[in-house]
C-alpha cells in the first residue's frame, strides 16, 4: 500500500516525454517528473522514492529527500506565512503548511521551530503541528536502562534540556550530566538513564556502566542524589513559589532514600527552609502590596496592589504555613499576611473611587485643553505658517524640512510656485545627503524629483540605482525604474535582473501563426512602448543590448527560430534551470521564449516554479509577462 508522506519502493509501469509512471495501487499511478528520474532507470526497475501531493492535489512521487516524513518531529524554517497560516521549508518544492490551528503561537518568517509531520483526514494533505505534547506519550514505555535512542533536542529549562525520544516520548537530560554543547533541533543519540515513577524518562548524552537492576540501596542512594540536585536548583531560584516548588520534590526523593540514609536532619531543615522561605516571601509581597496601595496616585496602581494580594491570597489557598516549622517571630509577621483576600477587595474599591474622582476633575481641564489645542491646530494648519515655516527651515539649510512645508502648501492650493520649490528644495536636500555620504536619503529624494527631470536629478538618480544594484545578493529584491526586480546573475560589472511582479496576462502573440521569439508581438512591445513608457533615457543607456540565444524546446525539439539583440527578453527553459535558486514562485503563471510542443505554442513557468515544457498556445490570454534584463552597474 503507497504511504502518502513516506518513503515507498515502486515499479516502473510506463515511459512518457515529461517523466515515468510507477504503479500504484488499485491500478493508479504515480507520476516521477523527468528531472528526477534515476540515470538508465528501465520498465520493471523498482525504485525508492517520497510519494506526496503537488500544487494541484495529484499524487506525485519524487527522489528529493525531505527533512522529515510523516510520524516524525523535525526542527523546520518558516519561508512565508498568509492569512491561512505559516509555510516552512522541508526541502521539497512545496513547502509544507502549519494552519494558524496548530500553531502554539504566531509563527514568524525566518524563526524555526519544532514541529510534527502528519496527513490531514480531510484533504489528505502533509501539514505539520507545532502543538507537540497531542502527539507524544501515547504508547507505552517499553524502554531498559542504558538502551540506545534517537534524540531530538526541543527546548532548554532551568532542570536541563526536554527532548523527544525515538518520535514518542517526552524526555530530560539534565545540566550536571552535559558535558557537549547542545542546541535546539541538535538530532542525538542519548541512552535510557532511568523511568521515574511519575511515568517520566531521564536521558544521558552517554552510558553508564551500571547494572541493568538497581538494588533497594542504590536506589535510595539515587533518590538522595536527586533531592540534592533539586536542593541546588531550589536556592538558585527568586521567587518564594518556585523555592516552595523545588524543596518540597526535594522532600519527596528524601522520604524514598529514608530507609537506607541517615536523613533526618536533612528533612528537619529542609522542612524550615521551606516553610520559612514560604513566610518570608509572603511577607516581601505584603509589604510591596502595601507600599504601592498606599503610595498609589491613580487606579493602575491600586491595580497593580489588588493583583499582588491577590497572588498572596490564592497561594496561602493552596499551600497553608505550618507553625511547627515557621521560626515563631517569622510566623508570627506571616499572619498578619492572612487579610490579603480583605487588602484586595479594598484596593479594587479604592481603585474605582480614585477614576471615578479623576474623571470628575478632569472633565474641566480637559475641555479647555481641547479649546487651546483647537485653536492652536487651526494655525498651524494655514497657508500662511506653512510659508513661513517654510521660509525659515529653507533660510536655516534645512532643505528636509522646506520641500515637506512647500508639499503641504501645493497639496493644499495647488500652486505652481509651491510645487517649483518643492522641486528645488528636495534636490538641495538630496544634494546635501549626497555629500554628507547619506545616499539612501540622497536616493529618496532623487527618486521623488527624477521624472520631472529637474537639472541632473535623472542622471544621479541612475547612478544611485546602479550602487544599490551592484551591492544586492542573488536572490533579493531590488528597484530599477520605479519597479522591482530580483537579481539573478552578476558578471563582470553587469547585473541580470527578472522582473519580480508580473506585467499582466497578455498573449504571447496575438496572429498565432508559426511563432518564434524573434516574431512574436509580446517581443515588440517590450522593447517598444513599454521600454519608452516606463525608463528614462539615463535607465534606457544603463540597459545592455543583449544577443538572446534562442535553442529548440528541450524535450519536443520544437524549432525557436533565429537569434535576436533586445534590451528587455523573457527567459528560456534553461535560463529558469540555471536560475532557479533566485527565481521565486508567484500567483500566476508566465511565459518563456522557448517554444512548446508546437509551432504555435509557448513553454512557460507555472506558480511554484516548474518549467511546463509542453506550453500554452501562443494566443492564450491568462499567462503573465516577466521580463529580464541586463544592467551595466560600472
Not at 546573475?489 to 496572429?511: A, C, H, I, R, Y
Request: one cysteine or more; glycine letters at 4%.
Amino acid at each position: 500500500m503507497v504511504q502518502i508522506g513516506k518513503y515507498n519502493t515502486l515499479e516502473v509501469l510506463r515511459e512518457v516525454d515529461f517523466g515515468i509512471y510507477l504503479k500504484g495501487d488499485n491500478d493508479e499511478e504515480i507520476l516521477l517528473p523527468s528531472r528526477y528520474v534515476p540515470h538508465n532507470c528501465r520498465l520493471g526497475d523498482k525504485i525508492n522514492v517520497f510519494v506526496y501531493l503537488d500544487s494541484e492535489d495529484r499524487i506525485i512521487a519524487t527522489t528529493e529527500h525531505p527533512y522529515a516524513q510523516v510520524g516524525e518531529f523535525a526542527y523546520l524554517q518558516v519561508k512565508s506565512t498568509n492569512r491561512v497560516g505559516a509555510f516552512l521549508d522541508w526541502g521539497l518544492m512545496k513547502d509544507i503548511l502549519v494552519p494558524f490551528r496548530e500553531q502554539k503561537m504566531t509563527m514568524k518568517e525566518g524563526y524555526s521551530y519544532i514541529v510534527y509531520l502528519y496527513v490531514d483526514n480531510e484533504s489528505q494533505r502533509i501539514a505539520a503541528s507545532a502543538k507537540l505534547d497531542k502527539y507524544l506519550d501515547n504508547v507505552p514505555i517499553n524502554y531498559i536502562p542504558n538502551q540506545e535512542v534517537d534524540i531530538l533536542v526541543v527546548q532548554r529549562t532551568d532542570l536541563g534540556y526536554k527532548v523527544i525520544i525515538d518520535n514518542l516520548h517526552w524526555g530530560m537530560v539534565y545540566h550536571n550530566e552535559i558535558f557537549t554543547n547542545i542546541e535546539r533541533g541538535d538530532k542525538l543519540k542519548g541512552y535510557i538513564k532511568q523511568i521515574r515513577n511519575d511515568e517520566k524518562i531521564d536521558i544521558n548524552l552517554a552510558t553508564e556502566d551500571t547494572s541493568e537492576n538497581l538494588s533497594e540501596e542504590e536506589l535510595a542512594q539515587q533518590n538522595y542524589e536527586t533531592a540534592l540536585r533539586y536542593i541546588n536548583i531550589a536556592e538558585h531560584m527568586n521567587k518564594f513559589e518556585d523555592q516552595d516548588k523545588y524543596y518540597h520534590r526535594a522532600i519527596q526523593y528524601l522520604k524514598k532514600a529514608k530507609p537506607y540514609k541517615k536523613v533526618q536532619p536533612l528533612l528537619r531543615e529542609l522542612r524550615n527552609k521551606k516553610f520559612g522561605t514560604r513566610a518570608a516571601g509572603k511577607i516581601e509581597l505584603y509589604k510591596e502590596a502595601c507600599h504601592i496601595r498606599d503610595n498609589a496616585k491613580t487606579p493602575s496602581d491600586y491595580y497593580s496592589a489588588q493583583t499582588i494580594f491577590s497572588r498572596i491570597y490564592h497561594y496561602e489557598e493552596k499551600h497553608p504555613l505550618i507553625e511547627k516549622w515557621t521560626d515563631p517571630e517569622v510566623y508570627a509577621e506571616a499572619i498578619k499576611c492572612s487579610d490579603s483576600k480583605e487588602q484586595m477587595e479594598l484596593c479594587a474599591k479604592l481603585a474605582d473611587e480614585k477614576a471615578a474622582q479623576l474623571k470628575r476633575h478632569s472633565f474641566f481641564v480637559s475641555c479647555a485643553f481641547i479649546a487651546c489645542l483647537l485653536a492652536a491646530l487651526f494655525f498651524t494648519r494655514t497657508v500662511s505658517f506653512k510659508q513661513c515655516l517654510a521660509s525659515i527651515n529653507s533660510s536655516s539649510g534645512n532643505y528636509e524640512k522646506a520641500w515637506q512645508n512647500y508639499q503641504n502648501i501645493y497639496n493644499r492650493t495647488n500652486s505652481k510656485d509651491a510645487f517649483e520649490k518643492y522641486i528645488e528644495y528636495r534636490y538641495k536636500s538630496a544634494e546635501k545627503a549626497l555629500k554628507a555620504g547619506d545616499e539612501d536619503t540622497a536616493y529618496r529624494n532623487y527618486k521623488a524629483i527624477a521624472k520631472e527631470d529637474y537639472k541632473d536629478s535623472q542622471a544621479k538618480f541612475v547612478t544611485l540605482e546602479k550602487e544599490h544594484i551592484k551591492n544586492t545578493a542573488i536572490g533579493k529584491k531590488i528597484s530599477f525604474a520605479y519597479m522591482d526586480w530580483r537579481v539573478l546573475d552578476k558578471q563582470d560589472g553587469k547585473v541580470l535582473l527578472l522582473k519580480d511582479n508580473s506585467l499582466g496576462s497578455t498573449p504571447f502573440d496575438e496572429t498565432g501563426k508559426n511563432v518564434t521569439w524573434k516574431s512574436s508581438s509580446v517581443r515588440k512591445w517590450l522593447n517598444g512602448d513599454f521600454l519608452n513608457d516606463n525608463f528614462f533615457k539615463a535607465e534606457q543607456n544603463a540597459i545592455l543590448d543583449t544577443t538572446v540565444k534562442n535553442t529548440a524546446n528541450p524535450v519536443y525539439n520544437t524549432p525557436a527560430g533565429k537569434d535576436t539583440t533586445d534590451k528587455l527578453f523573457l527567459l528560456s527553459c534553461d535560463e529558469v534551470a540555471q536560475y532557479k535558486k533566485g527565481i521565486h514562485k508567484t500567483k500566476s503563471c508566465w511565459w518563456l521564449r522557448t517554444p512548446g510542443a508546437a509551432a504555435n505554442s509557448m513553454s512557460f513557468v507555472y506558480k511554484d516554479k516548474t518549467v511546463m515544457e509542453y506550453g500554452y498556445e501562443v494566443t492564450n490570454t491568462k499567462i503573465t509577462v516577466k521580463p529580464a534584463i541586463w544592467v551595466n552597474v560600472e
